[in-house]
């Protein structure tokens, strides 16, 4: 009996031991590598930080005298994982206004328009000025592709971050860059080996 006690005894407190424990907080700015290979928040954001910092170098030797104006086209993402792409994006636009390379949110246009033609109503305590609305003179376009292969018996996971920018006028590539993230990914996780 005094054994059968002793048993229920150890498994409840490796059981209440185990049902105590929390998780550890890490830090959020620690270059951590995922074991499936995939991007991790912090390579999105050094990549957006890393590209903001060429587009706008490209700028400062290539000024434009009307200013530069930019339309992010979202991220696309063609790998098979689920990669956060606005935590790209959103750095990305977040680092080039630092550079004084502004971003045009065209996918509120309408939302804008709406609110414009409801200002001139009368019903508003004072109508909104038309004819300041900004066009982009570039678009920005980012995709994030993957290859995987193997390597000396080891699964390898290549994701690269293509970026191009393009004059809306014309549709020529002005400046395009690349960052190639390549990682052996941990068997049996992830990436649908």
């Known amino acids: 009996m ?25 830090d959020a700015n620690a270059d951590l590598v995922s074991d499936t290979g995939e991007l991790t928040s912090h390579e999105l954001r050094m990549a957006a ?12 030797s290539h000024p434009n005298p009307d200013g530069v104006f930019v339309a992010l086209l979202p991220t696309k993402n063609d790998t098979s994982e689920q990669i956060s792409t606005d935590v790209f994006d959103n750095t990305l636009v977040d680092e080039l206004r630092k ?7 065209i996918e509120d246009r309408k939302k804008s328009l709406q609110e414009i033609q409801f200002s001139m109503t009368g019903l508003t305590e ?21 290859d995987i ?19 809306v006028l014309t549709q020529v590539v002005q400046w395009s860059d690349r960052i190639t993230y390549r990682k052996k990914a941990v068997t049996g996780r992830g990436v649908s080996w």
Request: proline share 2%; hydrophobic share 35%; aromatic share 10%.
């Open 2 to 26: 005094k054994k059968l006690s002793l048993f229920f005894l150890s498994i409840s407190f490796l059981f209440l031991s185990h049902c105590a424990s929390t998780g550890k907080r890490l």
């Open 126 to 146: 004072k109508p909104l000025s038309v004819g300041k609305m900004k066009s982009p003179n570039y678009f920005i376009k980012t995709d994030i592709t993957e």
């Open 99 to 105: 550079r004084d390379v502004f971003t045009l949110r």
């Open 149 to 167: 292969f193997t390597h000396k018996g080891k699964k390898i996971v290549e994701q690269t971050i293509n970026i191009e920018l393009r004059d």
């Open 49 to 60: 930080q890393n590209l903001a910092q060429s587009i706008g170098e490209h700028f400062k």
